[in-house]
T-cell receptor, first 111, second 116 residues
Framework: GEDVEQSLFLSVREGDSSVINCTYTDSSSTYLYWYKQEPGAGLQLLTYIFSNMDMKQDQRLTVLLNKKDKHLSLRIADTQTGDSAIYFC???????????FGKGTMLLVSP | DAGVIQSPRHEVTEMGQEVTLRCKPISGHNSLFWYRQTMMRGLELLIYFNNNVPIDDSGMPEDRFSAKMPNASFSTLKIQPSEPRDSAVYFCASIPRASGNRDTQYFGPGTRLTVL
């Protein structure tokens, strides 16, 4: 496909794990990012992964990258109500400074 | 560090009026990006500057939109005349100088524009 694609909505219960999925467009993309947007706020960088990596872990966050399928996922362990937000994945194509964003996945965490 | 600063945070105007959105990037950052976010189209890149020079403005929707960066610490996005379909949240983001290949973008809080 031409676009970075994400599912639009995910609902989980507090304490469960959340997995947000993304497919990107260019197998030569060098960096892939996850951003978080809380209501009324800008985008906050959560984590990123370089394209020669398969996995990156940062506290409760685990990023998995499958280059063959151009699939990126973000796992949030022990999801909290404060994790409720919209999560964007983005790719940076090789040789470009700009990012291409998905439309975002709204994560709703219920108590 | 104050982060990327945008003003105003909210703007309500009438169709046909001129609108000017402002952005102050983080000190020392040398690339600046303007985005528009809507429910229908998501986050769209409008234009970006490197060292105050516009590099890619292919995302600017039409001639009613213009952007300037007169110095390293200030940029404006102007819409003249504004139309209801311009209603959106406009974000500014910047990248640190010599950030290496990460090119991590730091976003401002956005300006919510409503054109009646």
């Amino acid at each position: 496909g031409e676009d970075v694609e994400q599912s639009l909505f995910l609902s989980v219960r507090e304490g469960d794990s959340s997995v947000i999925n993304c497919t990107y467009t260019d197998s030569s993309s060098t960096y892939l990012y996850w951003y978080k947007q809380e209501p009324g706020a800008g985008l906050q960088l959560l984590t990123y992964i370089f394209s020669n990596m398969d996995m990156k872990q940062d506290q409760r966050l685990t990023v998995l990258l499958n280059k063959k399928d151009k699939h990126l996922s973000l796992r949030i362990a022990d999801t909290q109500t404060g994790d409720s937000a919209i999560y964007f994945c983005a790719e940076r194509w090789s040789g470009y400074s700009t990012l291409t964003f998905g439309k975002g996945t709204m994560l709703l965490v219920s108590p | 560090d104050a982060g990327v600063i945008q003003s105003p945070r909210h703007e309500v105007t009438e169709m046909g009026q001129e609108v000017t959105l402002r952005c102050k990037p983080i000190s020392g950052h040398n690339s600046l990006f303007w985005y528009r976010q809507t429910m229908m189209r998501g986050l769209e890149l409008l234009i970006y500057f490197n060292n105050n020079v516009p590099i890619d403005d292919s995302g600017m929707p039409e001639d009613r939109f213009s952007a300037k960066m007169p110095n390293a610490s200030f940029s404006t996005l102007k819409i003249q005349p504004s139309e209801p379909r311009d209603s959106a949240v406009y974000f500014c983001a910047s990248i640190p100088r010599a950030s290496g290949n990460r090119d991590t973008q730091y976003f401002g809080p956005g300006t919510r524009l409503t054109v009646l």
